[in-house]
C-alpha cells in the first residue's frame, strides 16, 4: 500500500476508530478497523518461544492443544554460542511460530544488559556487553521479521532490575546511558530495522520510560530514524498527555478496563477539557495511528500477501538442538575427565533434580507451553541407549514448582497481578539452607534433604561416573523478582561439596540462567559445565557434550563474580536502590570494571574450554581509513587447531585507548569471529573495525568521539586471557 494511500486510510477513520487502535482491547491485542479492511493487531510473547494462548480478555488460558510450540534457548544461552548464524535462525523459527499462531508482533528479544548478576530476568537477556549483545540481536530480529512478523526489542531502556520494576527511577549518566544500555537497541533499530520497541516499566531521571520524550522522540525517531511502532509494557503508561505527546503509540496493560486506559478515553476527554489544543492531539493520535498501519503495511496484513507461519518442524528441531549444543559451556576440565567414555561406564550415576526438571512453563512471560522438552536425565538416556545403567538421585529435595506465576486456584496467570508492586521485589536469600515461606517447609526441606542427599552419596560409591546436575529454576530465574544473592538453593553447595569428597571425579554440571556462587567447592571440582535453560533440546545437547559426540564451544556472555559483593552495582550500595537505584558505578559494568579495578572473578566475560586446543598468534593491523568522519582498521590473526579433534574457537578482539583523555574501561570487546576448524587446521582471519570500535561518548558534545593517538588491539581468548597484540595510531580525532 502506498503511503498516499495510508494517509487516506487515516483520513477515513473516526476519532474513536484511531483511538481504539492504540490502546489494549485484551491481553495481548488491540482493536481493528473492519469497515476499512484494518486488522486487530496481535501480539504475543516472549524470547523463548510463543506463548501459550489467553482469553482474549482475562489471564487465563484457553487449555487446547494448538499453541504446544518450539521452545527456544533463552537469550543468554544463545549469546553463549556466539554464533550470529544461530542467532538468526532462533529468530527466524521464533517469528515463523509467531505467524503460525496468527500474531503480528513477537515480544521479543529481550536485551537490557546485565548490571547485576542478580537481576530476576537475565536468562531473557544477552548478558552484560554492548557489543555482544548488539551483535546477536540484528539477526535475531531480522530472522524473526523475515516471517511478516514484527520483533518487539524490549525493555527500551535502563530496565536492569525487577526489583521495584513499575516505577524505580533511573540515574545514570549520559555517557553510561549511551554506551552501555542503548547500543543494543540502537542496532536493532538501525541494523535489523526492527518494526517494534517496547517502553520499559521503570522511569530514567524521573520519566517513566513508556512516554518519555527524550528517550521516544529525541533518540529513538529523531537520532536513530525508527519507523515502526512503540509499545508499552504492560502496565508501562501512567500519564495521558505524556503519552499523548511523548511517542507512545500503542498502550497494553494487564487490567480489562480497556476503555480507562490511559491513551483510551481519558485522551478524548483531555481533548474536549481542552488540555491539549485539538490540532496537536489529533496530530500526535494520527501519527501513532500512522507508525501502526505503516508496519501492518510493512507486514502485508493490509494486502493479503502475507506469508503463512508454521510450527515446529524437523528441520527446526535440528536447529534448536545445534544452539543448545553451542550454548554449552566447559569451564573446567582439569584432569580431562570429559568428555566421558561410555564404553567404561557401565553403571551411571545422575544427582540432581535439574537433571529431571523441565523449566519451559517458568520464568513469568518467557513462560513456554513447549511441544516436549528434554531433561538431562531424559537426554542421557537417549543418548546412552540403554546399554549404560542410568541411576537417578535427586540429591536435594525442591517441591517448588519452578514458575512464580503458575496458576491460581481460578486458573489465573500471576501476570494478573503483576502491577501490584509488592509483586516486583528482592527474593529472600535461600541461605541459611533453603528459602522457605513457612517453618513447616523449611524443617521438610531440611529432612527431605539429609534423606536424599545421603542417598545419593550412598549411590556415589560404587557408580562408575557420577554427573551431577543442580542450578537454578525458575522459582530464582523469573521476571519480577531479583534474587538476594548468588548462592544455589536447596542446600546444593552442601551436597556438592559432600559429593566432591566421596568423588572428586563428579562431573558438576549447572542448569541456570544467571552466574551462582559456586566459592564453596569450586576448588574441589575438576569438571564443570555450564547449561542454561537451552530450550527443548538442551537436555540431549547437554549429553552429547558430556560425551563427546560434540566439542564444547559456548563462551560466557557475563561475567561470573566470585560473590554478589563484588559486583560493581552491589559493592557500590547502587543495587536495587528505593525509589530511585543511581548506576554510580557509570560505565563499569562486567568486565569493564573487574578488569580495570582489577577484581578477580570465579570465570571471566568470554571464557569457555573446548576438548581440543587452539592457538591464536600473530595479530597485525593496518589502519585503512584515519579522517574525522569515518576510521577503520583491518585487523588479521592466525588461528590454529592444535588439537586432536575438531571445534570451534571464539576469537575476541578487544580495544584498549594507550593513553586516555576520559577515564575509560582497560579494554572494550568491538570484535570476534567464532572459527570452526579440523584437528591441525589452521586459518587466517580478518576483521575490520569501524570507527565506533574507538568511540566514547563526549557528553560535552553530546556526541560519540574518536580521540587521536594510539590504541591496542588485543586478541582474546577471554577477558582476562590476552594471547597477543599490536597497536595502531589515529592521526585525526
Ligand atoms: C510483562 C513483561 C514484558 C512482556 C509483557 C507482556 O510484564 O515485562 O516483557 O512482554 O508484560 O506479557
Redesign the pocket.
Known sequence: MTKEKIEKLIAQLTLQEKIDMIHGCG??TTKGVERLGIPPFK?S??PRGV?KEFETTKWKEIGLSFDFVSYLPCNTALAATWNRALAYSTGRLLGKEARGRGKDMI??P?INIMRTPLCG?SF?YMGEDPYLVSEMVVPVVQGIEENDVSS?V??FAANNQETR?LDVDVEVSERALREIYLPGFEAAVKKGKAKGI?GA?NKLRGTHCCHHDYLLNEILRKEWGFEGITVS????VHDTKEALLNGLDME?S?TDNFDEYYMAEPIIRMIESGEVDKKTAYAKIDEKVRHILNVMNKLHMLDGERKAGGYNDYEDKAALRQTARESVVLLKNDKEILPLDRKKIKKLLVVGENANRQHAPGG???EIKSLYEITPLLGLNMLLGGNTEIIYKPGYFNEDIGNIWANTGDNENG?AD?LNQDNNTTQSSPEPDVKAKSEEKKRRQTEMNEIYRREALEAARDADAVIFVGGLTHDYDT??QDRADMKLPYEQDRLISELLQVRPDTVITLVAGSPVDMSAWLENADTLVYSWYAGMEGGIALAEVLFGDVNPSGHLPETFPLSEKDCPAVALGEFPGGDKVSYGEDIFVGYRYYDTYDVATAFPFGYGLSYTDFVMTGIRAEVLEDTAESKSVKVSFDVSNIGSRAGAAVAQIYVADKCPKVKKASKELKAFEKIYLEAGEAREVSLILEREAFTYFDEEAHGFKVDAGSYMLLLAKNADEIVDITEIEFKNS
Not at 233 to 236: L, N
Open positions: 491481553c495481548f501480539t510473547d516472549g506463548r515480544l521479543a529481550g530476568r531473557e518487539c524490549k525493555h520494576r517496547m516499566y509494557d504492560w502496565g508501562g497494553m494487564v513469568g512471560s518467557a501476570q503483576s521476571e519480577g
